[in-house]
């Protein structure tokens, strides 16, 4: 399938954040529609928050993206899992505080300040090496990915005119505050971009039709948002919904009904199960996207 042509509309495909088992779902996701013609590493624009900026790295890089699984499995080998509900409710809080703040950026901005004070387990060169595949890899063409600065709680967009490594780029949007490590750019520190919004979908140009993939569930259009829900999946549902007025928007989310809810997003061992669910879904979501793309 190709994807552009003369003539033919643009084309866009946004990657969601969602932790371990959201890089895992996304690539099995990915690998399964490759296995059916749909091939989304053609799309001429991919921007990816946090979990979808790893794996959409490796996809606009022409790379396999079941690398992606390789990362995850070092992380899995120096993390320490027991941490991953220190000071987790506090974060929960504030990043509610943030989405639901006419200004999120105060909000942020403690939530970056507590990041840069929290004691994690590993340092800031040592979480880079975990991204190191990365290392050196030249900005590919059209891709673009988000993080949040810790010091202004500013969302900040990057890409290939942006002069900043990958590695750097994509290790920042994926730090989770308070597990890993800031990151330093240009004398600034910064932090995961799916704090307020896990897609981040606005930040993809304007084009004719958008794949959104969310590696966590997005509400049905005629519902009401759970207060059980993320704070940045209520955020996406309202972005969602305002971008199908202006495009041809085909909207993706997982189908974890297999795995015991509530769903841990980070535990390696959903993990491996996240990746063959998202390649099994992929059989059933290739023929709308194939329609999109074809419209």
């Given amino acids: 399938m190709t994807l552009q042509g003369n003539g033919s509309p643009t084309r866009a ?20 529609l490759r296995e059916t013609g749909v091939d989304l590493a053609e799309a001429p624009a991919i921007v990816g928050t946090s979990a979808g900026s790893l794996v959409g790295a490796m996809l606009a890089c022409g790379r396999d993206v079941t690398d992606a699984l390789a990362v995850l499995a070092e992380v899995g080998k120096k993390l320490d899992f027991g941490s991953l509900g220190a000071g987790s409710q506090s974060f929960l809080d504030a ?4 989405v639901f703040a006419a200004d999120p950026r105060q909000a942020l901005r403690a939530i970056g300040s507590a990041a840069q004070e929290a004691s994690t387990t590993l340092t800031e060169d040592d979480y880079l090496g975990l991204l190191g595949t990365l290392d050196g890899v030249a900005w590919p063409a059209g891709f673009r990915c988000t993080a949040i600065d810790t010091g202004t709680g500013e969302l900040v967009v ?16 994926c730090v989770v505050p308070m597990l890993f490590p800031a ?22 140009p304007p084009s004719d039709v958008l794949v959104v993939v ?13 207060s059980d829900r993320s704070p940045s999946t209520i955020k996406a549902d309202f972005e969602v919904a305002q971008l199908r ?8 989310d997982p189908d974890f009904g297999d795995l015991e809810a509530p769903v841990k997003m980070m535990d390696p061992e959903t ?25």
């Fill in 214 to 226: 969310s590696c966590l569930p997005l509400e049905a259009p005629s519902g009401a948002p759970g």
């Fill in 245 to 252: 007025g202006k495009t041809r928007l085909v909207a993706v």
């Fill in 13 to 32: 495909v946004v990657l969601g954040g969602g932790g371990s088992v959201g890089v895992a779902w996304q690539t099995g996701l990915l690998t399964g």
């Fill in 95 to 98: 990043s509610r505080q943030a």
């Fill in 183 to 204: 990151v330093t750019i240009n004398g600034n520190r910064y932090m995961d971009g799916g704090i307020v919004n896990h897609l981040n979908a606005a930040a993809a």
């Fill in 271 to 295: 993990a491996g199960r996240a990746f063959h669910i998202g390649r099994r879904q992929a059989e059933r979501e290739a023929a709308a996207i194939q329609a999109a793309w074809d419209s």
């Fill in 158 to 173: 990057w890409g290939e005119e942006s002069g900043v490594p990958l590695l750097h780029a994509v290790a920042a949007s």
